[in-house]
């Protein structure tokens, strides 16, 4: 195949990479009202591979949206409700002993496409990082044998940020393995409005399967072959850098406010999600603004603010919007 003919192909696939991105949003939308870049980061993290972590308080749709998302795309979905009590073998599974006395592994709910980790907060880091091996290696290890994950997968977990009470904080390790962290906010009133209309009524919309797993894979191994101007990648991993105290690039704010700052994952996240942003709205190598646009949501739980920002009221918002 020629150059030129490759790039047509690449060019094409892009835009084939947009249309579906649209066709799944527009498609969520019949459930989910508003929220539409709470939805756009949750389809960029899948396309990118990663995972995303959902903060916001109850009745925001946090459930309800990644409900929609695995309806949408034609994938397995379980859901594993975190809770106390909770143990790594709930999730990943455990060795029986079938009728013939000898052991099978007896696969647990991380065996899906997509898991909803709902309220990973409320149970134990133990228990927590069962979840680690899979969403990095995308692979369980149980009484020392190897078993696969079916590809795509993705974590997607929910945090309610206002009962911290019975709660076991993530752990940096954790959190660095979620591609974004998202906020919810409330819906605007006329929004409101319409999910109140919607929900004490027989309204019940259908949804249509609008992509495949195998079409996500492909989309996952565009969006790494999609080029990436050299000043916009050192613009991704110096900003990245600019977050770490007592470094060469960190800024007086930054010395002041933060005692710990984002990892060389981060860099690589906001170059991955540079480049889908910059498909999905049409262009075909990303530039400093696709960074931008998906910039907090990556360095918002990588970032450690200090005695002083806590005094002081300053906001990791306001640290990396400033960083911007």
């Not at 990082?129 to 079916?150: I, P, S």
Request: aromatic letters at 6%; charged letters at 20%.
């Amino acid at each position: 195949m020629t150059t030129d003919t490759q790039h047509a192909t690449d060019v094409q696939a892009v835009d084939a990479l947009a249309k579906s991105f649209h066709n799944v949003k527009s498609e969520i939308s019949k459930i989910i009202i508003g929220q539409s870049d709470v939805v756009e980061k949750v389809l960029i993290s899948i396309f990118c591979d990663g995972h995303s972590l959902l903060v916001g308080v109850p009745g925001l749709a946090k459930t309800l949206l990644i409900n929609t998302i695995a309806d949408v795309m034609d994938l397995s979905f379980k859901r594993i409700q975190f809770t106390p009590d909770l143990m790594p073998s709930d999730i990943t599974g455990a060795e029986m002993l079938d009728e013939n006395r000898k052991f099978i592994f007896s696969k647990g709910p991380i065996f899906a496409n997509i898991i909803l980790a709902d309220e990973i907060n409320r149970t134990p880091p133990k228990t927590q990082a069962a979840l680690l091996e899979a969403m990095q290696e995308r692979k369980v290890t149980a009484a020392g044998m190897e078993h696969k994950l079916e590809l795509p997968f993705f974590v997607l977990a929910t945090q309610n940020p206002i009962e911290q009470e019975g709660t076991y904080p993530l752990p940096e390790a954790q959190l660095d393995r979620f591609m974004f962290n998202i906020t919810l906010d409330y819906p605007s009133f006329a929004e409101e409005v319409d999910v109140v209309k919607n929900t004490t009524s027989n309204h019940n919309a259908s949804l249509d399967k609008i992509i495949s797993g195998e079409e996500i894979l492909a989309y996952q191994a565009l969006i790494r072959k999609i080029p990436i101007a050299d000043n916009v990648l050192e613009y991704a991993v110096k900003l990245a850098s600019k977050t770490r105290p007592n470094t060469e690039h960190a800024t007086t704010e930054v010395n002041n406010y933060l005692s710990w700052g984002a990892g060389p994952r981060a860099s690589q996240y906001l170059v991955l999600g540079a480049k889908c942003n910059a498909a999905i709205n049409g262009k075909y190598s990303p530039d400093i603004e696709d960074v931008q646009a998906v910039a907090l949501s990556i360095l918002r739980h990588r970032i450690v603010k200090n005695y002083k920002a806590e005094a002081e009221g300053v906001t990791i918002q306001d640290i990396v919007a400033r960083l911007l």
